[in-house]
Every structure is written in structure tokens, then in C-alpha cells.
């Protein structure tokens, strides 16, 4: 977002509050790690697990909230929703009711989309692997994520979720989903910030998510979605002198 679009939103937020008697100050922050760009500021949450929360200037985007809506209440609810598959860590009917707000705008797989109540499905965008769509600035593409050993391919079939990308500014942001070291993520180019899985046996070792970071190199990269993995090897792996940051956060405290 431009500075011009920026003042203009704060001075019409201003003017609401001066004649709504809102008190804007105690409006929910979305607090986290800060990542500069030159355009603006990501902000990363890590919630649990696959869930995240992220930020740009006062947009606030869920990638699969999942779970008691206890881990979402002290957090902004957010503009837009991306949800990457079927399975319970990573789709809920339940947790999406409660933290959307009435205008809320999700992007799903169709697998996914075909399981959502009537009510979130109307305000759904659907995308297959490859395709992409610009919501509140976001340029949002679906890219493939799926297991390429033959015994995990049934837990993600090509095809049926979506990884991400989002585009926003000159700032490109990638969410794995869940899946292996595929050619498709070691092709990625110029990612600033990078969620990567790692769990045997549903997604991949880390040292093919090490391999696969190694290639794409993103700027910085957080290990998420990695239940039992040793993601302190996994920094180990991607070592110092490849210049990636590798982000070591708590995505399972109680
Ligand atoms: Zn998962």
C-alpha cells in the first residue's frame, strides 16, 4: 500500500473515531516478530503448529486457524483468510466460525472449499495449484505442495492443497503447506520470508526441507508445522554462510 492510501485510511480512521466516539487506541494490535521492507512491515505471529498469523501495515491475514478459539482472542481478527487443506491441523468449521468477522474473505482449495458451511463458502475464493487472485492488496498465487515418496503420497495428493505465495509490494511471502522437498518449491525465487514443514512421515525430513531452503534461498526462513523434528538440525543444515536466517519459534507452548 502507498504512503497516500495509507494517510488517507488513518485520516477517514480518525475522523470515524472523532464522531463514533471509538476509542481507537484500545483497537487490537497484532503484535509480533517485525520484518522490514521497503515498502512496509510484515508482522509474524506463530499461533501452533500450521496455524500463523501475519500482518501488513493494518491488514491481517490467518493461514489455517485451527483449534480453541482461546488461541485467537487476544489477536485481531482477520481480513483474509488462506486455508491449504483438508485435514483437522489445518481446517476447521468451528475455529473459522468463530475468528472470521462478517466480512472476512478466505481462499481455499477446492477440496477444502467443497467442505465449508454455506456461509463461508459464499465468501470463499477457489484456487487450483497455479492459479492466483488479488485480495486487499495481496496478489495471492496457489502452488503446488504434495508428498513425492510413494508411501506418503496418500497423505497429500498432488493437486488437492495449496501451498502459497503472497505478493504485496515488492515483498513475496511463501507458506509450504504441507508437503516434500518438490521441485516446484526449489524453483521458488526472491522469497523474502519462508514457512517451511517438517514431519515425518506426513511431510519431509528436515533434512530435505534443509536441501530444498538451500536451493530456493529465501531470506528468512521459519520452520513451522514440524511436531517431533529436530529444527535445531535443521539450522544446523542450512548453516550460517548460506546467508538465510533460519527463525526458531515456539509454535508448540500450551
Ligand atoms: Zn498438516
Redesign the pocket.
Known amino acids: 500500500m502507498n504512503v497516500r492510501r495509507r494517510t488517507v485510511r488513518a485520516l477517514a480512521m480518525g475522523l470515524l473515531g472523532a464522531a463514533s466516539g471509538i476509542a481507537l487506541a484500545d483497537k487490537v494490535v497484532l503484535t509480533g516478530d517485525r520484518i522490514p521492507t521497503d515498502a512496509g512491515s510484515w508482522i509474524v505471529r506463530p499461533i501452533h503448529?500450521?496455524s500463523l498469523a501475519l500482518g501488513w501495515e493494518d491488514r491481517v491475514l490467518y493461514v489455517?486457524p485451527v483449534g480453541p478459539a482461546q488461541r485467537f482472542e487476544k489477536l485481531p481478527r482477520p481480513d483474509l483468510v488462506l486455508l491449504?487443506?483438508i485435514?483437522a491441523?489445518?481446517f476447521s468449521h468451528e475455529t473459522l466460525r468463530a475468528v472470521c468477522k462478517p466480512d472476512t474473505q478466505l481462499i481455499a482449495p477446492p477440496a477444502v472449499a467443497d467442505r465449508l458451511p454455506e456461509e463461508l463458502r459464499a465468501r470463499s475464493t477457489v484456487l487450483t495449484n497455479g492459479q492466483s487472485t488479488t485480495l486487499f492488496g495481496f496478489r495471492v498465487t496457489a502452488v503446488p505442495m504434495y508428498n513425492l515418496v510413494s508411501e506418503r503420497q496418500h497423505f497429500?495428493p498432488r493437486g488437492r492443497g495449496n501451498g502459497y505465495v503472497i505478493h504485496v509490494d515488492s515483498s513475496r511471502l511463501y507458506i509450504s503447506?504441507?508437503t516434500e522437498d518438490i521441485p516446484e518449491m526449489r524453483q521458488l525465487q526472491d522469497i523474502h520470508v519462508a514457512f517451511i514443514?517438517m514431519?515425518l512421515p506426513?511431510?519431509m525430513s528436515v533434512e530435505q526441507a534443509a536441501d530444498a531452503v538451500r536451493t530456493f534461498r529465501p531470506r528468512i526462513v521459519y520452520p513451522y508445522?514440524y511436531r517431533g523434528s529436530d529444527v535445531e538440525r535443521f539450522r544446523q543444515l542450512v548453516g550460517e554462510e548460506s546467508g538465510i536466517e533460519v527463525r526458531l519459534r515456539d509454535w508448540y507452548a500450551p
Do not use: L
Request: proline content about 0%; charged content about 25%; some cysteine.
Open positions: 503448529h500450521a489455517d491449504t487443506d485435514h491441523d489445518h497429500h503447506g504441507d514443514c514431519n506426513y511431510t508445522h
